[in-house]
Nanobody, 121 residues
């Protein structure tokens, strides 16, 4: 079992940056695929980025080159550095843990409660 808590969301202007954190309690995250997803109002929850091990990372095309996922297994924390934010990035961002490297939310069994990111124009 692992419990996930996100933090770092907020209001930022277009072009700004935010760093989200996801801290786990319970089991270590080192053996998990850690992912970030987001859900905008009226839309499905979508994949943003994931990470497995020290160097394997994947990104959605919409955030590639702007967002960076990283993890500190010793601190049981995963980060999402978001740069050059635009209004289309406005959403609730969720951290998730799973056992398979996948873009599908069904492959993730553990979820945080989400943190709101709002980008103003």
């Amino acid at each position: 079992q692992v419990q996930l808590v996100e933090s770092g969301g907020g209001l930022v202007q277009t072009g700004g940056s935010l760093r989200l954190s996801c801290t786990a309690s319970g089991r270590t995250i080192s053996s998990y695929v850690m992912g970030w997803f987001r859900q905008a109002p009226g839309k499905e929850r979508e994949f943003v980025a994931n990470s497995w091990g020290a160097i394997i990372t994947y990104y959605a095309d919409s955030v590639k080159g702007r967002f960076t996922i990283s993890r500190d297994n010793a601190k049981k924390t995963v980060y999402l550095q978001m740069n050059r934010l635009n209004t289309e990035d406005t959403a609730v961002y969720y951290c998730a843990a799973g056992s398979r490297l996948s873009h599908s939310r069904e492959e993730y069994g553990y979820w945080g409660q989400g943190t709101q990111v709002t980008v103003s124009s």
